[in-house]
């Protein structure tokens, strides 16, 4: 996971040179932070505060600020877990903060932010506007093959109810889920620009996939608790495989568009499907569990091994450095 010093000169931009291992640098402290504000979420009884909170007002988990701000309003007490919950979500964005603190300088903060929109200017209006339609067609194409999988295969623990709310929670799931909107920038607004200075798009992918399935590692503790040692290897093993194939995914797309991090906000955020638009399975055992991770995954893998020889013949997109323009 380590980064060379850069060589990858940009016409006419006076090159930044990095740090040697900048993006473990960003992982490790991403990690840390999560772990100190999830001790710190679990011995303040946040966790509690917050099933309370949720309870008055009716509603189930959700992963969106909508549902957050509904349970601070129903029941005030659930203010600092949710802000905790929150602060640990927001880590990877919080850990580019502070390695360019410690490690990068201003160019590194430029860059993110000049990463955050929805298309690029020489993409434009007209032609972003196309991959935007093509990302959400795709995106939830892939939810509904994960459903009727899941139908197929994890009947017994699967609920799926088509209903009007899913259109109107589908703005909800691209750009207010919380793990979309505070994460993006640390995976594809950093990590991913810095490894594509020396590795390859594919490369670089999978290394950011690899990145942020096991980041989730420390809040998924639990599953050695239920599962077992096994059990918790089979379904984080599933888990990582999904996540690695929505990394390249989102890594088509990002670069199609200009390096658009808001539009992997939208990508992140619809692969986490608060619109439940391919139902939700809620397994007690470790088999129903893995088994849903894998059938959240065969559709992006399918569509990472389509994608993948499209773009090496035709070019990923703009994967220039932006850093220190």
């Not at 509690?48 to 349970?71: E, H, M, N, P, Q």
Request: aromatic share 10%; with cysteine.
């Amino acid at each position: 996971m380590g980064i060379e010093d850069s060589r990858r000169e940009t016409p006419g931009v006076e090159e930044v040179v990095l740090p040697r291992r900048l993006v473990l640098t960003f992982w490790l402290i991403a990690v840390a932070l999560e772990v100190a504000l999830g001790v710190a979420f679990l011995v303040s009884g946040a966790e509690t505060a917050i099933d309370d909170g949720l309870s008055r007002a009716g509603l189930d988990f959700g992963s969106d600020l909508l549902t957050a701000g509904r349970v601070i309003v129903v029941y005030p007490a659930a203010l600092l877990g949710v802000t905790l919950a929150l602060a640990q979500v927001a880590a990877p964005d919080l850990a580019v903060l502070v390695v360019a603190r410690i490690r990068g300088g201003r160019a590194l903060v430029r860059g993110v932010g000049r990463r955050f929109r929805p298309w690029s200017k020489e993409v434009g209006a007209r032609q972003g506007l196309r991959i935007w339609l093509v990302v959400v067609v795709v995106f939830s194409a892939c939810n509904l093959a994960s459903g009727l999988l899941h139908r197929a295969l994890v009947p017994q623990d699967f609920v799926w109810h088509f209903s009007w709310s899913m259109l109107a929670l589908l703005p909800v799931a691209m750009f207010l889920d919380a793990g979309a909107l505070l994460e993006e920038n640390g995976w594809r607004g950093f990590a991913l620009p810095v490894l594509l200075r020396t590795r390859g798009p594919l490369a670089a992918s999978v290394i950011v996939g690899l990145a942020w399935a096991s980041w989730h590692f420390p809040v998924k503790f639990d599953a050695f608790l239920d599962y077992g040692l096994w059990g918790a290897v089979a379904y984080l093993g599933a888990f990582t495989v999904k996540i690695v194939a929505i990394s390249v995914v989102m890594t088509f797309f990002w670069a199609r568009a200009g390096q658009a991090t808001l539009l992997a906000v939208v990508m992140h955020g619809m692969s986490n499907d608060v619109a439940r638009v391919g139902g939700l399975v809620d397994g007690a055992t470790w088999q129903a569990s893995a088994l849903s991770e894998w059938n959240l995954a065969l559709p992006f893998v399918v569509l990472a091994l389509v994608l993948v020889p499209y773009a090496n013949r035709r070019g990923w997109g703009d994967l220039r450095d932006l850093t220190a323009q």
